[in-house]
């Protein structure tokens, strides 16, 4: 199976900083055609999880600007320019390139 | 809107048996892979099966192949999930999601507990 790693796992941020979320995949994710199948989610407590990033770099509808991801191959990366009270939560990355599919083992996003 | 509702969930005796059932709505199922995905208490995101639109090819977590049975019904636009020879290990809020072309729709989850 294809092992997903994050750092850092806890990730204190002062509103208004900038905050950076690292992926690692065990394989690379990507297809001969360069598809690579690498999203993001958010999960707030209470709530259920929401696609923030799809294919690696592709904002979902209604997603803020200041989030953005990035990468290639086997290092991914999920970035927030400014953070909000809102992005409270853990982020995780997901492979589905790969069957079977995994989750990272998610980032706790809080506020200092 | 868009809808999934998950149901079935319940406490169960290890060994025992549940189906999980969600309706949905709001979206084109019938060109949607179906996923289940779920969360242990205090652990994080697990994907547990999906199947394809066309209801032929199905994908399993090693953990429950051959103990969970991914189906779908695209006339009634629902997904379910058949969980047999449950263990205490698989308790967990169960979440059925699914995957258009570029959106990604999650249910609220239906809690399965397994205890003796």
């Known amino acids: 199976d294809v092992v997903m790693t994050q750092s850092p796992l806890s990730l204190p941020v002062t509103l208004g900083q900038p905050a950076s979320i690292s992926c690692r995949s065990s394989q690379s994710l990507a297809f001969s055609d360069g598809t690579t199948l690498l999203d993001w989610f958010h999960h707030r407590p209470g709530q259920s999880p929401r696609r923030l990033i799809y294919?690696?770099?592709n904002r979902d509808s209604g997603v803020p600007d200041r989030f953005s991801g990035g990468g290639s191959g086997t290092d991914f990366t999920l970035k927030i320019s400014r953070v909000e009270a809102e992005d409270i939560g853990i982020y995780y990355c997901?492979?589905?390139?790969?069957?079977?599919?995994?989750f990272g083992p998610g980032t706790r996003l809080e506020i200092k | 809107e868009i809808q999934l509702m998950e149901s079935g969930g319940g406490l169960v005796q290890p060994g025992g048996s549940l189906m999980l059932s969600c309706p949905t709505s709001?979206?084109?199922?019938?060109?949607?892979?179906m996923n289940w995905i779920r969360q242990a208490p205090g652990k994080g995101l697990e994907w547990v099966a999906n199947?394809?639109?066309?209801?032929?090819?199905?994908y399993y977590v090693d953990s429950v192949r051959g103990r969970f049975t991914i189906s779908r019904d695209n006339a009634k636009s629902s997904v379910y999930l058949q969980m047999n020879s449950l263990r205490v290990e698989d308790t967990a809020l169960f979440y059925c999601?699914?995957?258009?072309?570029?959106?990604?729709?999650w249910g609220r989850g239906t809690l399965v507990t397994v205890s003796s």
């Open positions: 199947i394809h639109p066309d209801g032929v090819d199905k």
């Open positions: 999601v699914a995957w258009t072309a570029d959106n990604s729709f």
């Open positions: 997901f492979q589905y390139t790969h069957r079977p599919h995994t």
């Open positions: 294919r690696v770099s």
């Open positions: 709001g979206f084109s199922f019938s060109s949607s892979w």
